[in-house]
């Protein structure tokens, strides 16, 4: 009885020491001044902690959701993720930016950055139309809305690299087309990758690793 006593104090001293640790740790990291939050950020970036810099951000917005640092957190976060090729990431903290800050004055910026995000996240030519259909799209977008911007030719440049990738695209329809003698078929979509494109003799085609193109 003794022991069976003394067994059920211990676990009762193991458990309130590491409860009330735990606490100690929790009271730690809440509560925290925007610019603890916001170095802490830093940190974590500076020392490849990506996952972890998430998480600080979350507690940055989630205490100081008026905080001046705030605009500059999003950006070097969405930046880091861009940079580290996750492309899905960066858009995501660029699409927070727009929607909480899209009347500052470097929207035309963020929207660029977002673009050149979903184009270097593009990596097959035949396999990802939905997404160069969107990048195609957000391009227009931008050349209607920021005439002006300083970054309108960067825009230009990737729209017309989008665009010959669409007409290649649908010009190797039209050869499918041809193979098969379908000839409306292969005019309609030889049509459509003319729209994209006129010239298509100077579109060179893209070499394709033989264990990719099995699958292109």
């Given at each position: 009885?003794?022991?069976?006593?003394?067994?059920?104090?211990l676990l009762s001293i193991f458990i309130y020491f590491f409860t009330g640790c735990?606490?100690?740790?929790?009271?730690?990291?809440y509560n925290k001044p925007a610019v603890y939050w916001y170095n802490k950020m830093i940190k974590q970036i500076s020392n490849h902690q990506l996952d972890e810099a998430d998480d600080t951000f979350t507690s940055l917005e989630s205490e100081h959701?008026?905080?001046?640092l705030l605009p500059s957190a999003i950006m070097i976060i969405a930046t880091t993720h861009m940079e580290d090729e996750e492309y899905a990431m960066a858009n995501y903290?660029?699409?927070e930016y727009l929607k909480r800050f899209s009347l500052k004055k470097n929207a035309d910026y963020i929207r660029y950055l977002k673009i050149k995000s979903n184009f270097m996240a593009f990596k097959s030519?035949?396999?990802?139309?939905?997404?160069?259909h969107k990048t195609i799209k957000q391009t227009n977008e931008f050349i209607k809305k920021y005439p002006d911007s300083e970054f309108?030719?960067?825009?230009?440049?990737?729209?017309?690299?989008?665009?010959?990738t669409k007409a290649i695209f649908d010009k190797e329809i039209a050869?499918?087309?041809?193979?098969?003698d379908k000839p409306e078929a292969k005019k309609y979509y030889t049509n459509k990758a003319t729209k994209n494109w006129e010239k298509l003799d100077e579109i060179q085609d893209v070499n394709v690793p033989w264990y990719r193109s099995m699958f292109e």
């Open positions: 009885m003794k022991k069976k006593t003394f067994n059920i104090l735990s606490s100690k740790d929790i009271d730690e990291e959701r008026n905080s001046p903290y660029f699409d030519q035949f396999r990802e139309q939905e997404l160069l309108i030719y960067l825009v230009q440049t990737i729209k017309s690299r989008l665009s010959m050869s499918l087309y041809d193979r098969v």
